[in-house]
C-alpha cells in the first residue's frame, strides 16, 4: 500500500508539472506584452457560489475579457459555458455583464456547449474557425486549458485574470488536481466535446 500510494503521487506530481510547464509557456499576465489574437475566449463559471456569495472568478474573468477587449488585444469575446438549464446560463451571464461593463453585443459570441474545458478549447477552433485564440481564465485554469489546445493542435495563448486568495481558492485548487488527471484520461482515449453541431462564422 506504500508503495502503491507513493507511486501515486510521483504521478500527481509529474502531471501537475507537466501540464504547468506547458501551459505557462503561452500565458501572459501583461496586458502589454500579450500579442493580439482575433478572438478572446472566456472560461466559464457560475457568478454566483452556493451561499449566495459573488463568485470572484467568475467576476475577474470579465474584467480581464473587458481589459483586453478595450487595449485592443481581442476583436471578438467568445463566451463559452454550461447551459444546463432555462435557470443556469453561464453564457447569457457572462454576454450580459460584458455589455454592462461597455463591450458591443456585436462582438460577443456565445457558446452554449461549453460544458468543460475540453469542449470549450475544441469548439474554439472546430465550430468558430479559430486556429488562434486567447484563453482567458485564472493562472492555474489557463495552464491546463493551454495544455489541451496545444495536445490538439491548437495554437492558443492565455490572459491570467486576477486569482482569489482564502477558502474558496483552496477547494478550486484541490479539484484542479483531479481535473489535471482527467486530462491525460480525455486526452489517452481521444474524448471529444459533447456536441459539436454547425460552424459559425465570426467576421474578420
Given at each position: 500500500?506504500?508503495?502503491?500510494?507513493?507511486l501515486?503521487?510521483?504521478?500527481?506530481?509529474?502531471?501537475?508539472?507537466?501540464?504547468?510547464?506547458?501551459?505557462?509557456?503561452?500565458?501572459?499576465?501583461?496586458?502589454?506584452?500579450?500579442?493580439?489574437?482575433?478572438?478572446?475566449?472566456?472560461?466559464?463559471?457560475?457568478?454566483?457560489?452556493?451561499?449566495?456569495?459573488?463568485?470572484?472568478?467568475?467576476?475577474?474573468r470579465?474584467?480581464?475579457?473587458?481589459?483586453?477587449?478595450?487595449?485592443?488585444?481581442?476583436?471578438?469575446?467568445?463566451?463559452?459555458?454550461?447551459?444546463?438549464?432555462?435557470?443556469?446560463?453561464?453564457?447569457?451571464?457572462?454576454?450580459?455583464?460584458?455589455?454592462?461593463?461597455?463591450?458591443?453585443?456585436?462582438?460577443?459570441?456565445?457558446?452554449?456547449?461549453?460544458?468543460?474545458?475540453?469542449?470549450?478549447?475544441?469548439?474554439?477552433?472546430?465550430?468558430?474557425?479559430?486556429?488562434?485564440?486567447?484563453?482567458?481564465?485564472?493562472?492555474?485554469?489557463?495552464?491546463r486549458?493551454?495544455?489541451?489546445?496545444?495536445?490538439?493542435?491548437?495554437?492558443?495563448?492565455?490572459?491570467?485574470?486576477?486569482?482569489?486568495?482564502?477558502?474558496?481558492?483552496?477547494?478550486?485548487?484541490?479539484r484542479?488536481?483531479?481535473?489535471?488527471?482527467?486530462?491525460?484520461?480525455?486526452?489517452?482515449?481521444?474524448?471529444?466535446?459533447?456536441?459539436?453541431?454547425?460552424?459559425?462564422?465570426?467576421?474578420?
Open positions: 500500500m506504500l508503495v502503491i500510494c507513493f501515486f503521487v510521483i504521478l500527481i506530481t509529474w502531471v501537475n508539472s507537466t501540464v504547468s510547464n506547458t501551459g505557462n509557456k503561452f500565458i501572459y499576465s501583461s496586458l502589454d506584452s500579450i500579442p493580439h489574437n482575433h478572438c478572446g475566449l472566456v472560461l466559464g463559471t457560475s457568478k454566483y457560489l452556493g451561499n449566495g456569495k459573488r463568485n470572484l472568478y467568475y467576476t475577474m470579465i474584467e480581464a475579457a473587458t481589459a483586453l477587449y478595450n487595449h485592443n488585444k481581442i476583436d471578438f469575446i467568445i463566451v463559452s459555458g454550461d447551459n444546463r438549464n432555462i435557470n443556469y446560463n453561464e453564457p447569457i451571464t457572462m454576454y450580459n455583464d460584458l455589455i454592462s461593463e461597455g463591450i458591443p453585443a456585436r462582438n460577443i459570441i456565445l457558446d452554449y456547449a461549453g460544458f468543460r474545458t475540453l469542449d470549450s478549447v475544441v469548439r474554439g477552433k472546430v465550430v468558430f474557425g479559430q486556429d488562434n485564440f486567447t484563453i482567458i481564465s485564472q493562472s492555474f485554469h489557463n495552464q486549458a493551454i495544455y489541451i489546445a496545444r495536445k490538439k493542435g491548437i495554437e492558443a495563448i492565455a490572459f491570467n485574470a486576477g486569482d482569489p486568495k482564502g477558502k474558496q481558492s483552496f477547494k478550486v485548487q484541490v484542479e488536481v483531479a481535473a489535471r488527471m482527467l486530462v491525460f484520461f480525455d486526452l489517452f482515449t481521444s474524448r471529444q466535446p459533447h456536441f459539436l453541431g454547425e460552424k459559425v462564422i465570426i467576421p474578420q
